[in-house]
């Protein structure tokens, strides 16, 4: 299994990125998938899921009406947009599956919400 984040950077506050996440070593179309985050000195912390065929999804409260997370199982990626970015957005974005009790892991994508 291989997770592979991108799309992360600087950004202003009130802007917008597109976080994605290559999936491989896996049917992913088979598999829920979820975007976590982990800011300096806190827990790392659940952004958002999907459900394996992309027709249920579910937010953080501190996310929810500015992050749409979705999928494209002919490409074998998930997506996290996020819009209305804040100070408080800033973290490392990781990609996450579950697999026969298993976790796995991306190597992560940082986001800074700085002016």
């Known amino acids: 299994v291989q997770l592979v984040e991108s799309g992360g950077g600087l950004v202003q506050p009130g802007g917008s990125l597109r976080l994605s996440c290559a999936a491989s070593?896996?049917?992913?179309?088979?598999?829920?998938m979820s975007w976590y985050r982990q800011a300096p000195g806190s827990e790392r912390e659940l952004v958002a899921a999907i459900t394996s065929a992309g027709g249920g999804t579910n937010y953080a409260e501190s996310v929810k009406g500015r992050f749409t997370i979705s999928r494209d199982n002919a490409l074998n990626t998930v997506y996290l947009r996020m819009n209305s970015l804040k100070s408080e957005d800033t973290a490392v974005y990781y990609c996450?599956?579950?697999?026969?009790?298993?976790?796995?892991w991306g190597q992560g994508t940082q986001v800074t919400v700085s002016s």
């Open positions: 070593g896996f049917t992913f179309s088979s598999y829920a």
């Open positions: 996450y599956v579950r697999r026969f009790a298993r976790d796995y």
